[in-house]
């Protein structure tokens, strides 16, 4: 069973910095890509960065210069190290990832369950 888990949320105040992590564990033989989704409330789940198993990388256009998505292939984890946090950035933040397993065909599209992050004075 292949499965998801972040950690580094949290409450940081403006202009503060907060690093999440998402470790892939289970039967898996591959990773295409890792990234992170995060949804505010009474909005829509957004892509916030997304990175490729090669380093490709792409972020949404509110946090480029800000956050910075990395990936360790080897620990199939990926990071999202986020700087000058605005309280507009709160929100759940979910790992997300095509991986392949050693029982399934082709790369399968899993979630992780959260991780909350607030910013506030």
């Known amino acids: 069973q292949v499965q998801l888990v972040e950690s580094g949320g949290g409450l940081v105040q403006p202009g503060g910095s907060l690093r999440l992590s998402c470790a892939a564990s289970?039967?898996?033989?591959?990773?295409?890509?890792m990234g992170w989704y995060r949804q505010a409330p009474g909005k829509e789940r957004e892509l916030v960065a997304r990175i490729t198993s090669r380093g490709t990388t792409n972020y949404v256009d509110s946090v480029k210069g800000r956050f910075t998505i990395s990936i360790d292939n080897r620990k199939r984890t990926v990071y999202l190290q986020m700087n000058s946090l605005k309280p507009e950035d709160t929100a759940v933040y979910y790992c997300n990832a095509d991986l392949m397993s050693y029982y399934s065909v082709g790369y399968v599209n899993y979630w992780g369950q959260g991780t909350q992050v607030t910013v506030s004075l």
């Open positions: 289970g039967s898996i033989s591959s990773v295409d890509a």
